[in-house]
């Protein structure tokens, strides 16, 4: 894990798949702490709450920028957003996930009419298609992406856990370099084909857990 993630340098876009607690990689995360890069724009659907995930991004005086769906559980993120410490990026959820999926995929964006006439659309290109008009919603990628899955084989094929599942397979395809922290790591074949929900070359690092830390809480399985 140390070596993976020092890899990330100050100045780095990193996303973090995650929604609210099941999918975020909390131990990740807190390596990332430990190490200090600055200035890093994270991508996340929401900021975690206080004491968890981000938090720990936003106490340690890490993060310039977030584009996030919301950061509502977070009231450090609030203040330090309404304080000018951080800059915020609101995306519709949709429009978030879309922008990923479309960094992912080699587009540079993509044209929809949702957000016309909110602040949502402010300062965004608008586009005109079949006498519609329409806003760009730029893609989006990452220097590197961190997410966490239930299991993986040293091929690097991740299996995900119910809604754990969310941003991730996206965000995998979305960066340039993609850690996986995992909850078990099985030989080639160990995870039946269906179940691959991320293939193994978009993984550049699989990271075994251990015991899942506290903050992991409302995700364990019996």
Known sequence: MEDAVSRIGAGAVVMLGGFGVPGTPFALIRELVRQGPKD???IKNDANEKGMGVDHLLAAGMVKKLIVTHIGLNARAMAMMNAGEIEVEFCA???LAERVRAGGAGLMGFV???GLGTELATGKPRVEVGGREGVLETALRADVALIHAARADTFGNLCYAAAARNFSPLMA???DRVIAEVEEVVAPGGIVPEEVHTPGPFVDHVVPLGALGEEYGVV???
């Open 40 to 42: 890093l724009t994270i």
């Open 220 to 222: 364990r399985r019996a």
């Open 173 to 175: 395809m979305a960066a």
């Open 112 to 114: 929809t009419d949702i």
């Open 93 to 95: 959820q949709g429009m």
